[in-house]
């Protein structure tokens, strides 16, 4: 049981280091991840870890092996691209207004959280937990992410609030860096 615990915990942390990557972005960005937005994030991972270790072996054989790869490529390379261009574009103070870029929204949250989960069902393929109740490792994948994605925030406002240098764009290509790992998986 034990050796169950210890293994199903380091898959959670190997699938929530692009939480992490994702927190240190928009920490560096200045965007603040609000309990709820956080959740949803933390929640998404955890419904496709324990959705790919239930059900993994039967969309295996249904979706390309390709399929989550490029997918969450490129929902995460648009989302650094426009990061990217966002941070360079000057904008009118009517523009922040409307658009609150310092909160990142539930609804971003979802995209954000899809894309980040998607390689969740490519780690829980066979992988065995027979061992564990689902619920439990549903439990503990969401507060490990949950924990995971304050932590990068945490880190990444450290980094900013100590330089006085624009490094947004900083947080732009981690994003299209986090894209193109995904091609190497």
């Not at 049981?1 to 200045?30: C, H, P, W």
């Not at 969309?59 to 490529?73: A, E, G, M, R």
Request: include cysteine; hydrophobic fraction near 60%; glycine fraction near 6%.
């Amino acid at each position: 049981m034990f050796l169950a615990i210890y293994t199903i915990t380091l898959l959670l942390v190997a699938v929530s280091i692009d939480a992490f990557t994702a927190g240190l972005s928009y920490g560096m960005n200045r965007v603040k991840i609000p309990f709820s937005s956080a959740f949803i994030m933390s929640a998404m991972s955890g419904t496709f870890l324990l959705f790919s270790l239930v059900a993994g072996s039967l969309l295996q054989d249904i979706l390309p092996h390709n399929f989550i790869k490029y997918f969450s490529f490129s929902v995460l390379f648009l989302l650094g691209l426009y990061r990217l261009f966002d941070t360079f574009l000057p904008r009118t103070i009517e523009n922040v207004n409307k658009d609150d870029l310092t909160v990142l929204s539930p609804k971003e949250a979802t995209f954000l959280g899809l894309a980040l989960s998607l390689d969740n069902v490519a780690a829980g393929f066979g992988f065995q937990a027979a061992l564990l109740s689902p619920l439990l490792i549903f439990v503990t994948a969401v507060a490990v992410n949950f924990l995971i994605i304050r932590l990068g925030c945490l880190v990444g406002r450290g980094i900013v609030t100590r330089t006085t240098l624009n490094l947004a764009w900083i947080g732009a290509v981690l994003l299209l860096l986090l894209a193109f790992s995904r091609l190497l998986q």
